[in-house]
Structure formats: structure tokens, C-alpha cells
Nanobody
Framework: QVQLVESGGGLVQAGGSLRLSCAASGPIFASAGMGWFRQAPGKEREFVATISWSGNLYYADSVKGRFSISRDNAKNTVYLQMNSLKPEDTAVYYC?????????????????WGQGTQVTVSS
């Protein structure tokens, strides 16, 4: 059974930084794409960033230049470094991993989900 466990969320002032981690366990393909989504209160879940098994990166326009995604394939862990945080970044952040070999996560389909971690940015 695949499990994705996020950590690193919390409360931070605007302009501050946080680093999220997501550790994957279970029968997950080493070549699976991984990424992050977020869901703010009253809004739909939205894509934030993704990284392929080979290191290709893609970001939502709203976080480009402020967030950085990385992964440690040996540890099956993906990270999201969030800098220059804004109040509008406040959301529950979810880790995602593709269910298929060499699969992607950007569309949010056919993926495993973590339980989410709360990020709150105060103004």
C-alpha cells in the first residue's frame, strides 16, 4: 500500500519561508512523477509544482520564482521550498505521486495523494 506523508507546514509571516517534505513508501514506481497541489478554503485544489523522475520541473505561474521543488530518489522524498510567502499562499498543501511508471501528476489524475499539511501565511 502506497503512503505519502507530508510534513513541514505551519504558520509563518508574509515574506517568510517554509520547507515541505513528502516521504513516499510502498510499491511506488521509482520513475513516477511527484508534485504538490494546494487547496485554499472555498476553492478547488490547484496544481503548484511537479518534478519528473529525471528532474524536469514545472511550476504554476503564481509560484514561479518563489517556490522550488526537488526530490531525493534514494529516499523517495519530494520537497517544496517556499520563499517570499504571501497570505494568498495559505492553503492545505498535498503531495501527489503518479500511479504509473514515468507518469506525471500535473493533471491531478491517476495519482496517489498525501493527507495534506496546513500552511498559513499571516499578513
Amino acid at each position: 500500500q502506497v503512503q505519502l506523508v507530508e510534513s513541514g507546514g505551519g504558520l509563518v509571516q508574509a515574506g517568510g519561508s517554509l520547507r515541505l517534505s513528502c516521504a513516499a513508501s510502498g510499491p511506488i514506481f521509482a520513475s513516477a512523477g511527484m508534485g504538490w497541489f494546494r487547496q485554499a478554503p472555498g476553492k478547488e485544489r490547484e496544481f503548484v509544482a511537479t518534478i519528473s523522475w529525471s528532474g524536469n520541473l514545472y511550476y504554476a505561474d503564481s509560484v514561479k520564482g518563489r517556490f522550488s521543488i526537488s526530490r531525493d530518489n534514494a529516499k523517495n522524498t519530494v520537497y517544496l521550498q517556499m520563499n517570499s510567502l504571501k497570505p494568498e499562499d495559505t492553503a492545505v498543501y498535498y503531495c501527489a505521486a503518479a500511479r504509473s511508471a514515468y507518469g506525471g501528476v500535473r493533471a491531478g489524475n491517476n495519482v496517489y495523494w498525501g493527507q495534506g499539511t496546513q500552511v498559513t501565511v499571516s499578513s
